[in-house]
Nanobody, 124 residues
Framework: QVQLAESGGGLVQGGGSLRLSCAAS????????IAWFRQAPGKEREFVAA????????NYADSVKGRFTISRDIAKNTVYLQMNNLKLEDTAVYYC?????????????????WGQGTQVTVSS
């Protein structure tokens, strides 16, 4: 089993920055990929970014390319999502998810482990 815990959410003005953290515990040696998804009120959960545990592969949604950066610190079993130039439409609950198989997919159904989420609110 893998447990995931997100932190770092909060309220930020448009154009500002936040860094989210996803701390993994349990059978971390089985993790291949960790991803970030988000869900805004009344909308479906959408893919944001993903990174292989080795750090060699990344995947970003078009809506965040050039603004968000995903990275990982293996020593801390933590994946980060650096979010810059935040926009109102980035407001959502952000979830991290993990999968134990090869590839870095954007489909939420490909991930078997999920955190509880952290709220990000961008104000005007």
């Amino acid at each position: 089993q893998v447990q995931l815990a997100e932190s770092g959410g909060g309220l930020v003005q448009g154009g500002g920055s936040l860094r989210l953290s996803c701390a993994a515990s349990g059978r971390t040696s089985s993790i291949y990929t960790i991803a970030w998804f988000r869900q805004a009120p009344g909308k479906e959960r959408e893919f944001v970014a993903a990174i292989s545990w080795s750090g060699t592969d990344t995947n970003y949604a078009d809506s965040v390319k050039g603004r968000f950066t995903i990275s990982r610190d293996i020593a801390k079993n933590t994946v980060y999502l650096q979010m810059n130039n935040l926009k109102l439409e980035d407001t959502a609950v952000y979830y991290c998810a993990a999968r134990t198989r090869y590839m870095v997919p954007s489909d939420a159904r490909s991930y078997g482990y999920w955190g509880q989420g952290t709220q990000v609110t961008v104000s005007s």
